[in-house]
Nanobody
Framework: QAQLVESGGGLVQPGGSLRLSCTASGFTFDHYAIGWFRQAPGKEREALSVISRDGRMSEHADFVKGRFTISRDNAKNTVYLQMNSLKPEDTAVYYC???????????????WGQGTQVTVYS
């Protein structure tokens, strides 16, 4: 059974950092692109970052560029999202997702994790 598990969320003050992890099982991890998404209460899910199956290509939404970095370790079946300079508006549930194709739209992704809460408070 294909599964993604996010971890690393929590409470952090503005300006702080967190590193989210997304660990896969039950499918051939290095065949899949991985995306990070988030959803805040009352808002639509939005794409943050995506990385190709081999890690050579990645891109980030404009509103997180320079603050968030996506990376992957295929030997560990894990993708990371390093988040720096966090702001209160980054508060959301963060999800990772996998798809055979590299894309930035949530509806393109087939496998989803359960999410991890990130709360930025002052």
């Amino acid at each position: 059974q294909a599964q993604l598990v996010e971890s690393g969320g929590g409470l952090v003050q503005p300006g702080g950092s967190l590193r989210l992890s997304c660990t896969a099982s039950g499918f051939t991890f290095d065949h899949y692109a991985i995306g990070w998404f988030r959803q805040a209460p009352g808002k639509e899910r939005e794409a943050l970052s995506v990385i190709s199956r081999d890690g050579r290509m990645s891109e980030h939404a404009d509103f997180v560029k320079g603050r968030f970095t996506i990376s992957r370790d295929n030997a560990k079946n894990t993708v990371y999202l390093q988040m720096n300079s966090l702001k209160p508006e980054d508060t959301a549930v963060y999800y990772c997702a996998a798809d055979l194709h590299y894309g930035t739209y949530a509806h393109e992704y087939d496998i989803w994790g359960q999410g991890t809460q990130v709360t930025v408070y002052s």
